[in-house]
Every structure is written in structure tokens, then in C-alpha cells.
């Protein structure tokens, strides 16, 4: 039997990805009818992409629980790059 090697987790953001600096961005929620019935339009847009996901109710309330969880844990204090920690 052949033991499998733990995964390290990804990191939330390339550090490498030019496109990731900051800049300013949009974001809309939108409710929209298609063919599989009515989904949520979750749109984020920035100067470089738009990314667009339909999510359904619970997927959704599941995103927004997330998200409230992860502003939770935000301090609201801004430590400019480079600056002393």
C-alpha cells in the first residue's frame, strides 16, 4: 500500500499574478431566470475581468455565510505595504 503525501493548501491569491494588484472593483447581485430556473447573477468586475457565477439559493446563503465569517475575522486596520509589523 502506497502512502499519499499531504497536499499543502493553496494560498488564497498568487502572489505572482500581476493582475491582482489593487484597483478599483464592482460587485452586483442579481437575480435572473434561465432554463434550470432562477438563479443568483453574482457579478465582481475590475479594470482587467469580469467574473460572473449563477449561484442557486442555498449556494448562495452558503457564499454570503462565508463571506460574513471571513469580514468577521477582518481588524479594519491598514498596514500599507512595506511598512514595519
Sequence with gaps: MTEQQAVPPMPPVDPGNHLLSEVPATF????????GGQRLALTIRTQSTTLTVLLVKDD???????MTEA???MSGLIVPNG???
Design 28 to 35: 452586483s447581485c442579481t437575480p435572473v431566470n434561465g432554463p
Design 60 to 66: 448562495a446563503k452558503r457564499w454570503r455565510d462565508v
Design 71 to 73: 469580514i468577521g475575522k
Design 83 to 85: 511598512a514595519p509589523r
